[in-house]
């Protein structure tokens, strides 16, 4: 039977367009939960570590955010989970100020030259590094998530990821479409493939292997979101502050392409029973498990939107995995992902 492989992965930022609760509150408090539970259940998480952020807060709360931030992503590494790159580059040209975000339209690298970008990034690796190198040794930088799944101008972002050590990104969730005013995502054309390699050599040859996040295809029967929204209420989270894309908002074209946009494996959303998660993977492994060769497939979350219910869906959904499909089924890392191409040959 097809190997699966999934990789529990958790964007590890800030609420974007403002915080209304303390940094414990909005940050650290429920990644502590997550990491508890990942321990007491045996699975390893991945941190995707929004390092521009880090850098850009932290500044002005070095006590306060920079540190904590810091410790908790060296206590991930030490329980044996995993730490690899997140960026938004809109933290470069964002003011900071009492508890206050002022935020710079420069949502996606589309904003910056080619070669800010290139610094961006390579600044951006090595400052992961740093951090993560402090409490292992053989730390490696080698995965990546664009923020807001933006990965845009590709060729340029993904060469100098590749010049910089990436070699696996997860920012693609097949079928996904969304858009508002300073940031557009179209995942409606991608290969028919479980995992594929993106290519190019326009600005240097780079060749890296995408782990997608694992989607199903929306069903025109499914009841509308807000009303769903409104009924389970009970279960939301508490609320952390604003999105970013809170201010500026779509055309109606884009709202309707949203529409029909594909549907996540996640556990952010309190509107998901443990079954409709079990059913987005078990149509991911009947699509694309067609031979022995192994899968591999995301489910994402972010602590800053995860409340009781999620953890409860998060455990299980491992649990009733598990049970489902036996050895079959693995919960891995990125590291663990690269060192398995890395023994195939892959560089």
Request: glycine fraction near 6%; hydrophobic fraction near 35%.
């Amino acid at each position: 039977m097809t190997k699966i492989n999934i990789i529990l992965s958790f964007d590890y930022e800030l609420p974007l367009g403002g915080i209304n609760k303390p940094f414990d509150e909005c940050l650290f408090k429920p990644t502590e939960k997550l990491l508890e539970l990942s321990q007491r259940q045996d699975f390893p998480v991945t941190l995707f570590t929004d390092i521009l952020g880090y850098e850009k807060v932290g500044q002005s709360y070095p006590e306060e955010f920079a540190e904590p931030f810091r410790q908790q992503v060296q206590e991930a590494i030490k329980e044996g989970n995993d730490v690899q790159l997140h960026t938004h580059p809109h933290w470069l040209n964002t003011d900071v100020g009492d508890y206050e975000f002022f935020i710079s339209k420069d949502y996606s690298f589309e904003s910056f030259e080619a070669q800010e970008i290139d610094k961006i990034i390579t600044d951006a690796v090595q400052s992961l590094k740093k951090i993560c190198s402090d409490v292992d040794n053989n730390y490696r930088c080698i995965a990546y998530r664009a923020g807001g799944y933006n990965f845009e101008p590709q060729e340029v972002v993904m060469a100098s990821l590749y010049k910089n050590g990436i070699r696996i990104d997860s920012s693609i969730a097949k079928g996904y479409y969304f858009a508002s005013g300073i940031s557009k995502v179209d995942f409606r054309k991608t290969p028919n493939h479980m995992n594929w390699y993106l290519t190019g050599n326009s600005h240097g040859d780079y060749t890296i292997f995408e782990v997608p996040i694992a989607t199903i295809p929306k069903s025109p029967f499914e009841v509308p979101t807000r009303f769903k929204m409104k009924k389970l209420k009970a279960r939301a989270p508490e609320n952390r502050g604003r999105m970013i894309h809170d201010d500026f908002q779509p055309s109606f074209r884009d709202k309707m392409r949203e529409l029909f946009s594909a549907r996540m494996l996640t556990v952010d959303n309190f509107t998901y029973e443990t079954e409709y998660l079990l059913k987005i993977l078990n149509y991911n492994v009947k699509k694309y498990g067609r031979d022995d060769a192994p899968i591999y497939m995301s489910l994402i979350g972010h602590p800053k939107s995860m409340g009781d219910y999620s953890f409860k869906l998060l455990e299980e959904f491992v649990d009733k995995s598990r049970s489902i499909y036996g050895e079959s089924i693995n919960f891995v890392t990125y590291s663990d992902v690269y060192t398995k191409l890395y023994q195939n040959g892959h560089k």
